[in-house]
């Protein structure tokens, strides 16, 4: 099989229905069993994968983002554009926009993180200079020009272990510490993309303001209400995106 493209679609990013002649596969890995769906946009194959499964059933600690990544790997990937949902700390990045995000800060607790546990696959050090594809990243920034979608070019995304949000106390330390988003999945599969030689990249949508920078507490709901009133835009970007 040889699928070069993967979206992977994070919270409220559900539904590949832009694909034509869809399929699904599943797909094993010695992490555990992957179920993928696979169509055509522009002539090329793409495969869809929904980070939290079916009815957002899987919180982001216990994504199998091992299984994931090498399942993507085994079927041809080399290029991924992921989605994420993302709070902002930085009030010139205010909900309903997009940022490409080339920076993240690990505050995750609990996951595997790494393809090279020792063993068979050995004690590997990856570079992590660029931690998202400066390549794909251009051609995301383009394809929001084409499309008249403003795009911040750039942004520092912390990853917290979740599924809790955060304290504003914790909110007001990511952005001294250089923080301009909170999400909770984009470590490690940034980080398994770059072990497995993958061109990876995310679109983040601003949903909310942190804990304690809104005025009112925080709900997955609202989260989710966000990402429905932007799903068009995300879907536009990444469908241009394929096309260039
Ligand atoms: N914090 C963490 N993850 C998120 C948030 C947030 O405020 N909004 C959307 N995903």
């Given at each position: 099989?040889?699928?070069?493209?993967?979206?992977?679609?994070?919270?409220?990013?559900?539904?590949?229905?832009?694909?034509?002649?869809?399929?699904?596969?599943?797909?094993?890995?010695?992490?555990?069993?992957?179920?993928?769906?696979l169509?055509?946009?522009?002539?090329?194959?793409?495969?869809?994968?929904?980070?939290?499964?079916?009815?957002?059933?899987?919180?982001?600690?216990?994504?199998?983002?091992?299984?994931?990544?090498?399942?993507?790997?085994?079927?041809?990937?080399?290029?991924?554009?992921?989605?994420?949902?993302?709070?902002?700390?930085?009030?010139?990045?205010?909900?309903?926009?997009?940022?490409?995000?080339?920076?993240?800060?690990?505050?995750?607790?609990?996951?595997?993180?790494?393809?090279?546990?020792?063993?068979?696959?050995?004690?590997?050090?990856?570079?992590?200079?660029?931690?998202?594809c400066?390549?794909?990243?251009?051609?995301l920034?383009?394809?929001?020009?084409?499309?008249?979608?403003?795009?911040?070019?750039?942004?520092v995304?912390?990853?917290?272990?979740?599924?809790?949000?955060?304290?504003?106390?914790?909110?007001?330390?990511?952005?001294?510490?250089?923080?301009?988003?909170?999400?909770?999945?984009?470590?490690?599969?940034?980080?398994?993309?770059?072990?497995?030689?993958?061109?990876?990249?995310?679109?983040?949508?601003?949903?909310?303001?942190?804990?304690?920078?809104?005025?009112?507490?925080l709900?997955?709901?609202?989260?989710?209400?966000?990402?429905?009133?932007?799903?068009?835009?995300?879907?536009?970007?990444?469908?241009?995106?394929?096309?260039?």
């Open positions: 099989m040889n699928v070069p493209i993967a979206i992977i679609g994070g919270t409220g990013v559900y539904d590949p229905s832009m694909l034509a002649e869809p399929r699904q596969v599943n797909v094993q890995t010695p992490y555990g069993n992957v179920s993928l769906r169509g055509k946009y522009a002539g090329k194959d793409v495969a869809f994968l929904n980070r939290h499964e079916e009815g957002h059933s899987v919180p982001p600690h216990l994504v199998n983002y091992r299984a994931n990544i090498l399942a993507l790997k085994r079927i041809g990937v080399r290029q991924i554009i992921a989605t994420a949902a993302v709070g902002s700390l930085n009030e010139n990045m205010g909900p309903n926009q997009l940022v490409i995000i080339d920076q993240f800060l690990d505050f995750t607790k609990v996951r595997p993180s790494t393809f090279f546990d020792g063993g068979q696959n050995g004690v590997i050090h990856t570079d992590l200079t660029y931690p998202y400066p390549r794909l990243r251009k051609v920034l383009q394809a929001a020009a084409d499309k008249n979608l403003n795009a911040h070019d750039g942004g995304y912390v990853c917290t272990e979740g599924p809790r949000f955060e304290t504003p106390a914790e909110i007001r330390m990511y952005k001294q510490l250089g923080g301009d988003l909170v999400g909770m999945t984009s470590v490690p599969e940034a980080v398994l993309a770059r072990e497995a030689e993958m061109c990876y990249a995310t679109v983040c949508m601003v949903t909310n303001f942190g804990a304690g920078i809104s005025p009112e507490v709900t997955h709901m609202e989260v989710l209400d966000a990402m429905k009133a932007n799903i068009e835009n995300i879907k536009i970007l990444a469908m241009r995106t394929i096309e260039l």
